[in-house]
T-cell receptor, first 118, second 111 residues
Framework: GAVVSQHPSWVICKSGTSVKIECRSL??????MFWYRQFPKQSLMLMAT?????????EQGVEKDKFLINHASLTLSTLTVTSAHPEDSSFYIC??????????????FGPGTRLTVL | SQKIEQNSEALNIQEGKTATLTCNYT??????LQWYRQDPGRGPVFLLL?????KEKRKERLKVTFDTTLKQSLFHITASQPADSATYLC??????????FGTGTRLKVLA
């Protein structure tokens, strides 16, 4: 149980285009989903936290107009990188948690999406 | 400022030996600390969680210690195998639900 999928697993796009990445919890309802970015040989950096049905909370330094997050249902969150540029090339990973916080909630990670912007 | 540090260099050990990885943190008082395994090009996989009031946690060949006085966690893999080769990340709970990750330590177990 507790499987999280991401689609696509990799994507190559031209500079200036927008890319949408989907994160799905396959066998549980995820009240909270997290989006991370990881550059080579670096740690996972939390970009934003999204709760179903409400606006995402972005970390300091993350442009919310560039990285649009939608958490429309308890099993799906999407990250759209708008007007992508080469510096946005990275490994994007989502995770899902069963409840919205207050006590420890295990996060289940997706397999990641490799974005390359040419 | 808050910081989580893990051995930045790769750790190479011989098969069968015990691997010990370190996670040090400053300016945190985490209630929970987790260890994850990450293979190249993949998302992290949860291994163990330890609470602030626990000194040690074990799971099969894995052992985690948590010293809140030293602000340090140690992660041990006993009887290591080449299949244990991966990057291992520690993560601290900051606030009520947000985890902050260390940079990870790359472990290579030599046959």
């Amino acid at each position: 149980g507790a499987v999280v999928s991401q689609h696509p697993s990799w994507v190559i796009c031209k500079s200036g285009t927008s890319v949408k990445i989907e994160c799905r919890s396959l066998d549980f309802q995820a009240t909270t989903m997290f989006w991370y970015r990881q550059f080579p040989k670096q740690s996972l950096m939390l970009m934003a936290t999204s709760n179903e049905g409400s606006k995402a909370t972005y970390e300091q330094g993350v442009e919310k107009d560039k990285f649009l997050i939608n958490h429309a249902s308890l099993t799906l969150s999407t990250l759209t990188v708008t007007s992508a540029h080469p510096e946005d090339s990275s490994f994007y990973i989502c995770s899902a948690s069963r409840t919205s916080g207050g006590t420890y909630n295990e996060q289940f990670f997706g397999p990641g999406t490799r974005l390359t912007v040419l | 400022s808050q910081k989580i540090e893990q051995n930045s260099e790769a750790l190479n050990i011989q098969e069968g030996k015990t691997a010990t990885l370190t996670c040090n943190y400053t300016n945190y008082s985490p209630a929970y600390l987790q260890w994850y395994r990450q293979d190249p090009g993949r998302g992290p996989v949860f291994l163990l969680l330890i609470r602030e009031n626990e000194k040690e946690k074990r799971k099969e060949r894995l052992k985690v210690t948590f010293d809140t006085t030293l602000k340090q966690s140690l992660f041990h893999i006993t009887a290591s195998q080449p299949a244990d080769s991966a990057t291992y990340l520690c993560a601290l709970l900051s606030g009520t639900y947000k985890y902050i990750f260390g940079t990870g330590t790359r472990l290579k177990v030599l046959a």
